[in-house]
DNA sequence: ATACCAACTGGTAGTTACTACCACATTGAG
DNA sequence: CTCAATGTGGTAGTAACTACCAGTTGGTAT
């Protein structure tokens, strides 16, 4: 990795991090491009370089490559699909963990403002798709079948709603003992699918 | 209903005429407030009272209620949850369809343009929670329980397939039909939720 | 070491979404 | 008819974002 790279990724890390406390600190309504660049030592137009939009620098987290659709890929060929889907769940936490605190902060601002709160959606949406691609791949089902989008559905709510769960309980509980705790919930009580009436 | 009234609705529904057409015309990052406002006959401040974001001008279809958690709380009590949830789903379609290609078009509008389609899902998030609300007291179980989340949000999806299948077959099938194949599919085949794997 | 090209930087000027505040017009009620 | 509530629209300002341009730095070939 050669110098130019190096400080490039610096500047990056370094744009996000004086960001994020700006936000801690002001609210991310309250924080100006330019009070970032100026406190990251940067130009305006170098951070804008960095990152095409403000909602971008509070969701880098979130657009960095998440381990699903890589877990489903890697698992062995004839593992239940269901238990791959498992461990795929847990591969996001067992990564996210590491940095707890920070991340569970970054994510309460991005619901307080809509700008990012609404983009993350958007964001998350790629990893739906790859997560799509994988289990299309594995299952031999076409991409855009109903099976195949549903499950990749199902798989992301079951992430967030760990997710959500881990956030609300404010870290008296681990992650992965949450994730355990809804997959169990999901397969013992079962979920109702919206079904045809009869016609009668 | 007085004049007044009378001519706020109309003042509101010439807004979304005149910006959709100038949407469809130049693009929806090509159409400024100001020309919406001149060709609507308002002031940009009105405008901007209407309508506090552009992208709520683009989204007006997709705020008002949907009929779904309505439809929830209106079936007979002794009812399947899962038809419940069916007639639910045929009810979206049942609303939607009367004006098919206008709401066609503005849904491809909304998904080419970033503002709009990210805060799409915002606008989604409160039916979805009505929905929750609507489960909720119907099965008795807690808002913020596992089933009751779970069971809002494969709804929503199933709603959103079904959506999706029909813009992509380019009106060639009609929703209800294509609502009834998804569901019907989904009961057949069985979708797969992650399961912990095994410790062992 | 020197020359050179590519990538990175940062400043200036401009557009546009959006806000705050203002005076003015219109509606509807007593 | 009067008056208060409600709606209208103009002006001035902020801040996100873009286009353009000149200058600098890092890697590379000679």
Do not use: C
């Amino acid at each position: 990795m050669g110098l130019r790279e190096t400080k490039v990724a610096r500047t990056r890390a370094q744009i996000v991090d004086v960001a994020v406390n700006l936000f801690l600190e002001k609210g991310y309504d309250g924080t100006t491009m330019e009070e970032i660049a100026e406190q990251a030592e940067v130009g305006t137009t170098t951070l804008y370089r960095y990152f095409p939009s403000k909602d971008l620098i509070l969701l880098d987290p979130f657009t960095r490559e998440d381990p699903v659709a890589d877990t489903v890929r890697s698992r062995p060929a004839d593992e239940p699909i269901d238990i791959v889907l498992g461990h795929a769940v847990l591969a996001t936490f067992a990564y996210l963990e590491h940095d707890q605190p920070r991340i569970n902060a970054i994510r309460t601002l991005i619901d307080e403002s809509s700008a990012p709160r609404a983009r993350l959606w958007d964001v998350l949406a790629r990893n739906l798709a790859e997560l799509e691609r994988a289990i299309a791949e594995r299952t031999g089902a076409p991409v855009d079948s109903v099976s195949v989008r549903m499950t990749a559905r199902v798989t992301q709510l079951t992430i967030e709603l760990a997710a959500d769960t881990w956030r609300s309980s404010e870290g008296t509980r681990r992650l992965p003992e949450i994730a355990r705790t809804i997959m169990a919930a999901l397969k013992s009580d079962g979920v109702p699918f919206p079904a045809v009436p009869p016609s009668a």
